[in-house]
């Protein structure tokens, strides 16, 4: 899909679109007043804890329950221990960003069991926080109408829309295209985050998967195509210079193949990928939609790219050390981690 290039185009897009929709509101306090946000010192830690032998572990795991896959996958790479995560705060970053059903947004029942997996290991706060789309604002009703809150709602969590809270200014000054970043400050009034995105192409950024979920903590003003819509892909890198999750927990039981990010051609893994490191999230990620029929290139992404200049994660496939696991009795599973594992190192 043609991106136009003029930031003008989506600032008077939006807010026409916003203003019939009766969602004025949203036009001043998200696009035309600047953000009331604090300045603070923050040097994030980019460092992955879950390495074997000095290389990055991720771990694919297929089956039908998805408790027990979010557990493996967990395990798998090292476990909740690792994090520390006993007596802290813990935010669920899953991808909400419309009124649709996974793959869309990110399946209800995965944040469900791991807000089980989290309380099970002893945390002392789940929070689950995101913020949709300015056009299709507010956030709860997008979790209300994708099902996510009608399956969480009875959980022992507190649900944030990002909307309602206040905003941080952090510095980026490896940044080409954006010197600082607008963030929630949820993402810094707790001990540890988890970062739970689908696996699914999209129209305009080619894909989101881990790198681009961020996005949805950032203030709208700092969206892409409000910055330079031409290098949405650079931006979104750069813009995950501001924080690092702790965790990344892949979506890949229902994920888009071709279109996206709302509406796609839909393959079923029924997978769970699960690292510490954003750029292997990714490119696994890109794999995945490979092996299932999609045609989207893995390194030579630019979001990948330039997070590899960042130096966010690893910069090769060579830095992968992939330990899969298939809890069900199709007997694909080893052609599948074949094929990832093709498309990575090509």
Request: some cysteine; overall charge positive.
């Amino acid at each position: 899909m043609r991106i136009i290039k003029s930031p003008l185009f989506y600032y008077v897009g939006i807010s026409i679109f916003l203003f019939l929709k009766l969602q004025w509101r949203y036009v001043f306090k998200f696009l035309f007043r600047k953000p009331d946000a604090k300045r603070i010192n923050h040097k994030p830690d980019h460092n992955n804890v879950y390495k074997e032998a000095h290389k990055t572990l991720v771990s694919i795991v297929r089956g039908d329950d998805v408790y027990t896959m979010l557990r493996e996958g967990i395990e798998l790479v090292g476990g909740l221990e690792k994090l520390d995560v006993k007596g802290k705060s813990v935010l669920i970053k899953p991808n909400i960003v419309n009124r649709y059903p996974s793959p869309a947004n990110t399946s209800p029942i995965i944040i469900k069991n791991l807000i089980r997996i989290l309380h099970e290991s002893g945390v002392s706060k789940v929070l689950v926080g995101d913020m949709s789309a300015i056009f299709v604002l507010p956030t709860k009703r997008n979790a209300i109408k994708s099902g996510v809150w009608e399956v969480i709602k009875d959980e022992d969590m507190e649900f944030i829309a990002f909307e309602n809270c206040g905003w941080v200014e952090v510095d980026i000054p490896q940044g080409r295209f954006v010197k600082k970043a607008i963030v929630s400050e949820i993402i810094f009034n707790v001990d540890r985050i988890i970062n739970v995105p689908v696996i699914k192409t999209h129209s305009y950024a080619h894909y989101t998967i881990s790198l681009k979920n961020f996005i949805g903590a950032i203030h709208p003003q700092q969206r892409p195509y409000f910055i330079a819509p031409e290098y949405w892909d650079e931006i979104v890198a750069e813009l995950n210079m501001a924080y690092t999750p702790h965790l990344n927990i892949l979506d890949g039981t229902k994920i888009f193949t071709m279109k996206g990010p709302t509406r796609g051609v839909v393959a079923e893994p029924n997978l769970i990928v699960v690292t510490g490191d954003r750029i292997a999230a990714d490119v696994v990620g890109l794999s995945v939609i490979n092996a299932f029929g999609g045609d989207v290139g893995v390194w030579e992404q630019r979001q990948v790219k330039r997070a590899v200049e960042l130096n966010l994660g690893i910069r090769s496939y060579s830095e992968l050390k992939i330990v899969s696991k298939c809890l069900d009795t199709k007997a694909d599973f080893e052609e599948i981690i074949q094929k990832i594992h093709y498309h990575l190192s090509n």
